[in-house]
């Protein structure tokens, strides 16, 4: 079974900056992806950013060029760097892992508790 702890959520003044950790105890497997998604107050839980193994990025557009995506394998850990903070950005941020031992495998998919970022105008 795999635990995420998530950290860093708070409030901040638009314009401002966030940095958010997760991190990963239990087993996951080689193949991983790890990433953040949000979900605003009466809004669909959406994707923000993804990460894989290799590295490999994916960024929501609303976030592009403002949040930055970041990982330490050593440490099963995941970042996100969050700059030029909008008021539209609140949201509670939950830590997503997902995982599978080979190509075409079961996937497993994992959730943090998530933490609230709430950017003030």
């Known amino acids: 079974q795999v635990q995420l702890m998530e950290s860093g959520g708070g409030l901040v003044q638009a314009g401002g900056s966030l940095r958010l950790s997760c991190t990963a105890s239990?087993?996951?497997?080689?193949?991983?992806?790890m990433g953040w998604y949000r979900q605003a107050p009466g809004k669909q839980r959406e994707l923000v950013t993804t990460?894989?193994?290799?590295?490999?990025?994916n960024y929501a557009d609303s976030v592009k060029g403002r949040f930055t995506i970041s990982r330490d394998n050593t440490k099963n850990t995941v970042y996100l760097q969050m700059n030029s903070l909008k008021p539209e950005d609140t949201a509670v941020y939950y830590c997503?892992?997902?995982?599978?031992?080979?190509?075409?495998?079961?996937?497993?998919?994992?959730w943090g508790q998530g933490t609230q970022v709430t950017v003030s105008s």
């Open positions: 997503n892992v997902e995982t599978f031992l080979f190509k075409g495998a079961r996937k497993y998919n994992y």
């Open positions: 990460i894989t193994n290799g590295g490999v990025t």
């Open positions: 239990g087993t996951i497997f080689g193949n991983n992806t």
